[in-house]
């Protein structure tokens, strides 16, 4: 699992990638033999939005601007390891098909984002495109601005904008800012916690997104509060990246707390936030840092960082390390609680389509790709467990298996069988997800490469990676465990890449 490293360190492999490096704002251009290198990787997906090569962690400031979205990202251009963070551009006119702009923001040397530029949001104000994000070290908030094409970004003179936490707290982090407009005012949520006690958003207000002034906090955790559940995930000590909007009637915070993505939906009123209903919006840890857009459209678009699962040998080897999740629409279920699901866009990759209809889970059938959508509706009937199987080898002795477990109540990818590799995580992944009784499973799968993503009826969203080590390990088959179920439909596409020459900046 990659861990979050000090970013201070200069390692001498830092300088050994510097084969890849890139020089900031001149646009993202590598040598030839590294881009046939990645592009011949089976283990790289191939219609994942990530960048050319190197590190990407969280999704910055993603902005829908003049019929474009726009998709920045944590970026390391020096290799697959996460230092010297700047922020990766990228746009695309339909969520699907991206092209690589050059790099938006690098450490300026000597500046107060010498150590880094980390995450923060994008506004548009009076027409102009505007970035907040956190410089490091010690951790104060920074400002850029651009022309409308969001090409070249200017820092502010006058940098840092915030040059330290409220007094008075002790905090346990001061970053990702995430800002909005409410009339004529802007306010501005930073990730933050205090020491010993828990995760805490702080708010701040401005007239010009120059000058704040601190107000209080939006909202607050306990450190050992547990979000009710089968599996309560702890809200922990630090919230990383908060994302804040309204959401029919009521308003959302994500906020990642260093070990998963917890939403809430409640009530906004004076300037506090007070959850009525909570979750995670990824069941798993490979995903994280979650940040929403609103489109033409008016719809929250949410996109998470699909970590690696990995040894940080295997990362830098590869040459490659973090992939974009694939845009996920929000919206406000019946019982106050959050649906997620793919945004319809992506029936645009759909290719060559196979369908299977009524018949048993047991022994399955046979389809071959690492690059598919699959959507299948099973009767759980008799079985206890029920599901597919994925990455399978011809012998079995590497497959995936993702599947409901009705007597856990669990959503699950089980990844143990998953490669022969020892370099790779093997841990199931999953969490808490009932079936109503006579309800139909029904799970849609996104399968690119190493990267997995599952959305079970709409309302559970689990994010996984496995790393077969057999170029054959590419069968679908079906599974039931403990009585009988039935697939009643099955239908998968195989994928087309979203360029096939997307390496190009
Ligand atoms: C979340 C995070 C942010 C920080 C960024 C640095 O993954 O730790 O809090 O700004 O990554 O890359």
Redesign the pocket.
Known sequence: MAT?RDFLTLSAATVLAGRIALPSGTGVQQPENERSNLAADPQRPRYHLMPPANWM??PNGPIFWKGQYHMFY?YNPHGAF?ES?HWGHAVSPDLVHWKHLPVALAPTPGGPDKD?C??GCAVVEGGVPTILY?GVFPQVQCLATSDDRMITWRKFAGNPIIAAPPQGIETT?F??PCVWREEDEWYLAI?SGVEGQGGVVLLYRSRDLIHWDYLHFLCRGRKDELLPGKDPVSTGEMW??PDFFPLSGKYALLV?TQGAVIYSVGAYENHYFRPEAQGKADLSDSY??ARSMLDGKGRRILWG?IREGRSEAAQRAAGWAGVMSLPRIVSRASDGRLNITPAPELETLRGRRHHFAGQSAQGGFSIRGDSLEIQAEFEMGTADVAGLTVRSSPNGEEHTSITYNRSKSQLLVEREHSSLSSEVDRGPQGGSFTLAENETLKLRIFLDASVIEIFANDRACLTSRVYPSRPDSLSVGTLAKGGNARLKTQDVWEMRPISPDRLTT
Do not use: F, L, V
Request: hydrophobic fraction near 20%.
């Open positions: 979050r962690n969280d944590q996460p963070m880094g980390w995450s956190t982090g970053r990702d990730g990383e990246c990642s994280y840092a960082w």
